[in-house]
């Protein structure tokens, strides 16, 4: 590989992946804050429907995420994040001027829509421009604008709502997606062939790196002969119930700090941000160690377990002290998106570039499901019991079953590795 390559790549793409679905994760989470701040109060809306106001995004993400990676495996990933970006800033600014719940309803809704084939899109557009060794911390940087936007979020948000209230914080926070994506369309090319500060030389190497990294995998046919690997099985699985813990987390932080003695909405933003800080700092350890190991299940389960035990602490610990248990969801909050990079660097080394795409797309879609439930159960489980304690049982429970079922999925894929040789890579 030509260094210069590797260097224009990381200089030039990452930044715009990283601010792009940053924009696309602020308008997502940012309910959880309007929420807290008034929105729910204005427009009458009860704790549960608040949770299903909050999860319906997650439906309509649920289902437009293998569609969104075919076409951006086929057709462009550049013009299908270029419309999402405005559709998706739109309805956010939108959300700022709704006095109906039907209306929000639709737009959290239609918001998952939008944004459901980002993440597919993405992740098929790194797998063009990075290479195995690389790909890891690629996804990583992309992944960590969930975190990073939580974090200054959270704080800006919280000073948005103090100063203008809840309408005006959505739309302040929904017009930069919709200025970004002509940022976006003018900076960004679909494939390195296209790209006219890459030589010929350089294009010539990286093709033909790409190229030897697909010659040890075993042909599929089609998304329905992938879809039917029991590791994409095992993973989809795997991936809804991890999504479960941090979907609830995500969405419910801000009540559960905001609903402490004495709690301003201001204090409440800069204890949010704080999991979030750790998170990053977890995230960029976990991919730089796993591409320069080329191992990837070792950076996965035990961070879920580490968080499975962090919410279970903190049930035990429940009202009694309000700091510890926050420091036990800090810790929780942080090593539970630690595994992002590592996981989704493992598909693209076990399925050819045709399918690997909408196999990533159909494992992001039950996260989507898994976090409708998360962001949902959450907030029904605080309306019938009066607290967080039964919510913090339930997301340690889905992140253990997510840290075992990854140990079983990993290990089936080496088993079909000795017998088969349908994967050129170890987990």
């Known amino acids: 590989m030509v260094q210069t390559n590797a260097k224009q790549r990381w200089i030039r793409l990452i930044p715009m992946v990283f601010i792009t679905y940053s924009l696309a994760y602020l308008d997502r989470a940012n309910y959880g804050f309007g929420a807290a701040a008034g929105l729910a109060e204005d427009l009458h809306i009860t704790q549960t429907t608040s949770s299903l106001l909050g999860s ?22 550049k013009k299908l994040i270029f419309w999402s970006l405005i559709l998706w800033g739109l309805l956010a600014t939108a959300t700022g001027l709704v006095s109906n719940i039907y209306f929000l309803f639709l737009i959290r809704f239609l918001l998952g829509v939008v944004e459901s084939a980002v993440m597919p899109a993405m992740l098929v557009f790194l797998s063009h421009w990075f290479s195995k060794s690389e790909r890891s911390r690629a996804n990583t940087f992309l992944i960590l604008g969930n975190p990073a936007t939580v974090l200054w979020m959270s704080i800006i948000s919280g000073y948005l709502l103090h100063a203008f209230g809840w309408r005006w914080m959505f739309i302040i926070e929904g017009i930069p997606a919709v200025i970004w994506a002509f940022i976006w369309w003018r ?16 294009k010539e190497a990286f093709y033909e790196q790409l190229k030897k990294e697909q010659e040890g995998l075993k042909p599929v046919k089609n998304y329905r002969e992938a879809f039917k690997s029991k590791t994409v099985i095992l993973l989809s699985l795997q991936y809804a119930l991890w999504s479960i813990g941090v979907y609830g987390f995500v969405m419910w932080l801000p009540s559960i700090i905001s609903a402490a003695p004495n709690m301003s909405i201001v204090t409440t933003g800069w204890l949010a941000s704080i999991p979030y800080i750790l998170a990053v700092i977890l995230m960029l350890t976990a991919s730089y160690y796993s591409d320069k190991t080329l191992k990837r299940k070792q950076f996965v389960w035990p961070f879920l377990l580490v968080g499975a035990l962090c919410f279970y602490g903190s049930y035990l610990i429940g009202t009694s002290n309000f700091w510890l248990s926050f420091v036990m969801l800090a810790i929780a909050g942080g090593v539970i998106y630690a595994p992002y990079g590592p996981f989704f660097a493992i598909i693209p080394e076990i399925l050819p570039r045709n399918v690997a795409g909408g196999a990533m797309a159909l494992i992001n879609s039950m996260g989507a499901l898994g976090s409708f439930i998360g962001a949902y159960l959450v907030g029904y489980f605080h309306d019938i019991t009066g ?3 039964t919510s913090y049982l339930f997301m340690a429970g889905s992140l253990l079953a ?14 079909v590795q000795k017998k088969t040789t349908d994967v050129i890579a170890s987990v």
Request: hydrophobic content about 40%.
């Open 387 to 389: 607290g967080y304690g």
């Open 402 to 415: 997510s840290a075992v079922i990854t140990m079983i999925a990993t290990s089936k894929r080496k088993k």
């Open 187 to 202: 900076l960004v090319k679909d494939e390195p062939k296209e790209a006219r500060w890459l030589s010929q030389e350089e």
């Open 56 to 77: 319906l995004f997650f439906l309509g993400y649920f289902f437009f995420q293998i569609p969104g990676a075919h076409y951006a495996e086929n057709k462009s990933a």
